[in-house]
């Protein structure tokens, strides 16, 4: 885990903004030892396994890492009470780095997401300014105030906090970063219900 930790600090360092020096202080900060994550979902587990094999001709440098970290993730599904569960279903996540993380910090929020393929993660937004590092598949982001864009693996994409939000995928998962910074509760949390 300490690898990893140090791997996303690292990669991180290369996109410039308060944002991401704070995220990489955290990360450097913590020590990396993890607290018993809940079980991994049996869908997560074996799309993970097909996303870290496919054959990308230029993967990220992170992917290497998270592969192998793989039998330490503590992926989680959605969360009822806040993804409707038709949405939810094709979500997946690891929350790395917060107040419900593996590694405990009560200042950010970060880990990775999992979207299946050909799915819909509708429009959401949250208080907290959010960012994402996509290491694995295309899909379409959409942000308000911004038409619709295809964002390869290596795409850094920031959404501050309040930005309403949605992303696509297509024939392959996405496999993402995913930091919140500033209110980092999910009181305000809000989503559409979707098609």
Same mark, same amino acid.
């Given at each position: 885990?300490?690898?990893?930790?140090?791997?996303? #600090?690292?990669?991180?360092?290369?996109?410039?903004?308060?944002?991401t020096v704070a995220l990489c202080d955290a990360l450097r900060r913590s020590q990396g030892d993890t607290?018993?994550?809940?079980?991994?979902?049996?869908?997560?587990?074996?799309?993970?396994?097909?996303?870290?094999?496919?054959?990308?001709?230029?993967?990220?440098?992170?992917? #290497?890492?998270?592969?192998?970290?793989?039998?330490?993730?503590?992926?989680?599904?959605?969360?009822?009470?806040?993804?409707?569960?038709?949405?939810?279903?094709?979500?997946?996540?690891?929350?790395?780095?917060?107040?419900?993380?593996?590694?405990?910090?009560?200042?950010?929020?970060?880990?990775?997401?999992?979207?299946?393929?050909?799915?819909?993660?509708?429009?959401?937004?949250?208080?907290?300014?959010?960012?994402?590092?996509?290491?694995?598949?295309?899909?379409?982001?959409?942000?308000?105030?911004?038409?619709?864009?295809?964002?390869?693996?290596?795409?850094?994409?920031?959404?501050?906090?309040?930005?309403?939000? #949605?992303?696509?995928?297509?024939?392959?998962?996405?496999?993402?970063?995913?930091?919140?910074?500033?209110?980092?509760?999910?009181?305000?949390?809000?989503?559409? #219900?979707?098609?």
């Open positions: 885990m300490k690898k990893l930790l140090r791997a996303l #600090a690292d990669s991180l360092e290369e996109h410039s903004g308060s944002m607290r018993l994550p809940p079980c991994e979902p049996p869908p997560a587990g074996r799309m993970l396994d097909q996303t870290l094999a496919t054959g990308n001709p230029d993967p990220h440098p992170l992917l #290497a890492e998270v592969a192998r970290s793989r039998e330490t993730l503590a992926w989680y599904g959605a969360r009822p009470e806040r993804i409707p569960e038709a949405i939810g279903a094709r979500l997946f996540f690891v929350e790395l780095l917060g107040p419900d993380g593996m590694v405990f910090c009560d200042r950010c929020r970060l880990g990775l997401l999992l979207q299946m393929p050909e799915s819909h993660y509708p429009e959401h937004a949250h208080a907290a300014d959010e960012l994402y590092l996509v290491l694995s598949g295309t899909a379409e982001w959409r942000s308000e105030g911004s038409e619709p864009a295809l964002r390869p693996p290596g795409s850094f994409i920031h959404h501050p906090g309040g930005q309403r939000h #949605a992303m696509t995928t297509q024939e392959e998962a996405l496999l993402a970063v995913w930091a919140w910074t500033g209110d980092i509760g999910f009181e305000s949390y809000s989503i559409e #219900a979707g098609p």
